[in-house]
C-alpha cells in the first residue's frame, strides 16, 4: 500500500491506471507488506490524490466497484475514470487497448483529450461484443458540484424509503464533495436523529448554523429537539 505513494511522489505520471478488485463499498484493494489485500477508502485514496494534483490529469480506476473512489478523487483531479458495477475481465483489457489507442490518435485542437479516449474505450468494449460499455464512467472535476447535488437527492430518496443507514452514506458523499451543501447536513442530521445518533446528528445542525447565520433558530429547534428538549424546541419557535 506503501508502495503507490511513493511511486507517485518520485515518478510524477500524468496518468495513473490501476487494475485490481474493487468491493462494494467502494475501497479498492492494495497488497500490504505481507502480501495480504488491504481495502482503500474512496476518501483515503482522494487524499492520496491531493498531493499531486500539480502533475497527474487522469486517474483510471479498471476495477469493480470503483465509481466512488472515482467521485472522490476528482475533487482533485481533473479526469477520473471507474465502474459503477462489476466488470468483466475481457472487457477491462478492450477499454485499456481504446483507451490508449485514443491517447495516441490526432485530435482536433477543439477536442478533450481524455474524453475522445473514453470514448474509444467504450466502443471497443462494444465491438468486442461485450455488453459492458455502460459500465466505465469518466468523473470530470468540472461537474464536483453536480455530484455532490446527485448524492444529495440519492440521500433524499433513501429516506423517503426508510432507510436512513443508505441517506446517510449518501449524504457523508455529497458534504465530502461539497462542504457547503448546507442541506445535506440538516438531512443527515434527520437521518442520524432516527437512527439513534443525537450526538452526530447535533453536530449537523451545528455546522448547518455555521454555514447559514440566517436560520439559526431553524437549525436551533433541531438541536433542542434532537435532546428531547421539547419545550426549547418550541422556545426558537417563539
Same mark, same amino acid.
Given at each position: &500500500?506503501? /508502495? ?13 491506471? !490501476? ?29 492520496? !490524490? #491531493?498531493?499531486?494534483? /500539480? ?6 480506476? @479498471? ?20 465502474? @459503477? ?9 478492450? !477499454?485499456?487497448?481504446? !483507451? ?19 470514448? #474509444? ?12 460499455? #455502460? ?39 455529497? &458534504?465530502?464533495? @461539497?462542504?457547503?451543501?448546507? /442541506? ?33 433558530? &431553524? ?15 418550541? #422556545?426558537?419557535?417563539?
Amino acid at each position: &500500500t506503501q /508502495d503507490i505513494r511513493r511511486a507517485l511522489a518520485e515518478e510524477k505520471p500524468q496518468i495513473v491506471h !490501476f487494475c485490481g478488485h474493487g468491493l462494494k463499498d467502494g475501497s479498492l484493494l492494495l497488497e500490504d507488506d505481507v502480501e495480504k489485500d488491504k481495502p482503500i477508502a474512496p476518501q483515503a485514496l482522494a487524499s492520496l !490524490f #491531493e498531493l499531486h494534483a /500539480d502533475y497527474v490529469k487522469c486517474v483510471v480506476l @479498471n476495477s469493480c466497484y470503483s465509481e466512488k473512489p472515482a467521485v472522490a478523487i476528482c475533487q482533485y483531479i481533473d479526469y477520473v475514470i471507474g465502474m @459503477n458495477n462489476t466488470i468483466q475481465g475481457r472487457a477491462t483489457i478492450a !477499454f485499456s487497448q481504446g !483507451f490508449y489507442d485514443g491517447l495516441g490518435y490526432k485530435n482536433l485542437n477543439s477536442q478533450d483529450l481524455f474524453q475522445r479516449a473514453f470514448d #474509444e474505450a467504450k466502443v471497443a468494449i462494444s465491438m468486442e461484443n461485450i455488453y459492458q460499455a #455502460e459500465i466505465p464512467l469518466l468523473k470530470k472535476r468540472a461537474n464536483i458540484s453536480i455530484y455532490a447535488d446527485n448524492y444529495y437527492n440519492l440521500g433524499n430518496v433513501c429516506r423517503d424509503l426508510g432507510d436512513n443507514k443508505g441517506a446517510i452514506e449518501n449524504y457523508n458523499l455529497a &458534504t465530502n464533495l @461539497n462542504p457547503d451543501l448546507v /442541506d445535506a447536513f440538516v438531512k443527515r442530521g434527520h437521518a442520524r436523529v432516527q437512527s439513534g445518533n443525537k450526538s452526530g446528528a447535533i453536530e449537523d445542525y451545528k455546522q448547518a448554523i455555521k454555514l447559514n447565520p440566517n436560520n439559526f433558530y &431553524t437549525y436551533n429547534y433541531f438541536i433542542f429537539d434532537a435532546l428531547g428538549d421539547k419545550k426549547g424546541a418550541v #422556545e426558537q419557535c417563539n
